[in-house]
């Protein structure tokens, strides 16, 4: 083994590279912040925050979002902290909601699940946990605000068994909460670590038994000494043992207790957490699994996020390096088109003041100037060709059926109809068996049909109408013998997506059950990489 190779292995070893998932205001931003307060020099890739020099156009449909009150933030956040180096990939959350949100997941190699404590497992965390199972990710949860009263931590973890079907391993125990909250107990350590408010914290460590620290029984009552002696008893019977193969398959969640806002609970959390998540994994291509300390550089976009400057259609392309290293104005290819393309411009990496990187490895994510080249799914490498799997599409929430205001606009209508499914800012399917050809929009989150409609009218010159529809979900078809006028009942609409695959979409879940028991050979699932 040569010295480059050796040092890019140790590169990779140290990296993390994960999303946080949870429901608005579980607390992400806070926990986000403390996270990057343990780090070193931070960059963040595809802030949009701090670039000011450039005057934007008024219809910009960045307005949109700026109206709504919805920030466009880091999509990546990078930092050290002791021998690591940590890639926190942003999921947007609140109304810019979308199928970029799932994506991002794509790019991750684990997944930090939050959870409210008073509130427990809530939509889009389920919606987000769903993604990361179809993934195989590990998911590790961390549930948070302790500091104020909640549900009784054993209740917690029966609903993530209940509601998300997901085994767990706590890791570390809280004691009492709300006012009662005394600080948690760190099982793998046997250590205690007291919370005494603002910020302040003393680890009691493992020596001896910790019933017999002073410092201990000064803190905590009798009572709340005999309750984690039971609690701690319980979880030791009644638990699921610590197993780093089930942890590492996506079928246990390791789970920690504290409170972001306090910084209580979180250091531990990420130090252990450091140690049980995976380092870049390998991502599977037409050529099998790629190891991501080979040698030729590779990767994937995952996310294309345009309109920086609307004038000239620029676009940024977020990279998830798989393999290798990447190195500014390296040549690589464009697997798709074949073509060579110089990864030199100089909006290659987004830093808090637009620093430009000049190399990235195996598990980082770089943004890379895109003049409108680039897809959702596209792979470029350099060396031995390879493209990675297809990029899965996600079951929309929203549909609607789009129009052309003048017909005369045609061509501009298809044009951007085109690019922005490619963008993977919208799903297009067209419906068939209804008597008529109409085109079908579908979108994770409602905002995306505001975006749309903005950008076609503003980048292609194309006014359209939509027409709302009441269906809720698409389910990919998939079986021996498919009659379509079968699926057709509850109202739901047969339709083809923009690869030809047969999807129905249904008003909700009873109709697609209600259709799945007429056709019980039939699996509907729930994107269209599933087989
Ligand atoms: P996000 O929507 O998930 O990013 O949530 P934020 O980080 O913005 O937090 C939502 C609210 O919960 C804010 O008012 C936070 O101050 C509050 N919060 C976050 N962590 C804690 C915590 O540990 N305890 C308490 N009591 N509040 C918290």
């Known amino acids: 083994m040569n010295n480059g190779q050796s040092a890019l292995e140790a590169s990779i070893e140290k990296r993390r590279t994960f999303a946080i998932i949870s429901h608005p205001d579980a607390g992400k931003t806070t926990l986000t912040e403390k996270l990057l307060l343990f780090g070193g020099a931070i960059r963040l890739a595809g802030s949009v925050k701090g670039r000011k020099t450039k005057k934007y156009a008024t219809s910009d449909w960045m307005e949109i979002e700026k109206q709504r009150g919805i920030s466009v933030t880091s999509s990546v956040m990078q930092f050290a902290y002791k021998e690591h180096l940590i890639n926190i990939l942003d999921t947007p959350g609140h109304q810019d909601f979308s199928e970029d949100t799932y994506r991002t997941l794509l790019a991750a190699d684990s997944a930090v699940m939050l959870i409210d404590a008073a509130k427990g497992v809530e939509p889009q965390t389920i919606k987000l946990f769903e993604a990361c199972r179809l993934q195989q990710i590990p998911v590790f949860t961390f549930i948070n605000k302790l500091d104020r009263f909640g549900k009784e931590p054993l209740d917690l973890l029966e609903e993530i068994e209940q509601v998300l079907g997901?085994?767990?391993?706590?890791?570390?125990?809280?004691?009492?909460?709300?006012?009662?909250?005394?600080?948690?107990?760190?099982?793998?350590?046997?250590?205690?670590?007291?919370?005494?408010?603002?910020?302040?914290?003393?680890?009691?460590?493992?020596?001896?038994?910790?019933?017999?620290?002073?410092?201990?029984?000064?803190?905590?009552?009798?009572?709340?000494?005999?309750?984690?002696?039971?609690?701690?008893g319980l979880l030791d019977i009644a638990g699921d043992p610590f197993d780093q193969e089930k942890i590492d398959a996506g079928k246990l969640t390791p789970v920690f207790f504290g409170s972001a806002i306090n910084n209580f609970g979180v250091q531990t959390f990420l130090d252990q957490f450091l140690q049980l998540a995976p380092p870049p994994q390998p991502h599977k291509s037409n050529q099998g699994y790629i190891d991501p300390a080979e040698q030729g550089f590779s990767g994937f976009i995952f996310k294309i996020q345009a309109n920086m400057d609307p004038a000239h259609r620029d676009r940024i392309a977020f990279m998830r390096i798989c393999s290798g290293q990447f190195q500014r104005g390296m040549i690589a290819t464009h697997a798709r088109q074949g073509k060579k393309i110089k990864l030199s411009q100089p909006q290659q990496f987004f830093a808090q003041s637009r620093d430009i990187i000049e190399e990235a490895c195996a598990g980082d994510i770089v943004g890379i100037y895109d003049p409108g080249i680039f897809q959702i799914g596209d792979t470029v490498y350099e060396g031995k060709p390879l493209e990675y799997e297809e990029l899965p599409q996600f079951s929309p929430e929203y549909f609607a059926k789009v129009f052309i205001k003048e017909a005369m606009k045609q061509k501009r209508f298809y044009k951007g109809l085109k690019q922005l499914a490619e963008e993977g800012a919208v799903q297009v399917y067209k419906s068939f068996l209804n008597g008529s050809e109409d085109i079908i929009l579908g979108v994770v989150g409602e905002l995306q049909f505001e975006v749309f409609q903005f950008r076609l009218l503003h980048e292609y010159g194309a006014e359209v109408i939509l027409e709302r529809l009441p269906h809720r979900l698409a389910r990919w078809v998939r079986g021996e013998e498919i009659k379509t006028q079968e699926l057709k009942s509850m109202n739901s609409l047969l339709a083809k997506d923009r690869f030809g695959q047969l999807v129905v979409l249904f008003k909700n879940e009873t109709a697609l059950n209600w259709v799945q028991s007429k056709n019980p050979t039939l699996n509907f699932v729930t994107t269209n990489r599933e087989p």
């Open 166 to 232: 997901m085994r767990s391993c706590p890791l570390n125990w809280p004691i009492g909460m709300g006012y009662d909250f005394r600080g948690i107990y760190d099982r793998r350590n046997n250590q205690i670590e007291l919370f005494k408010g603002d910020d302040e914290r003393e680890i009691i460590p493992a020596i001896g038994s910790w019933q017999e620290n002073t410092e201990v029984r000064e803190f905590l009552d009798n009572t709340q000494i005999k309750q984690l002696e039971e609690e701690i």
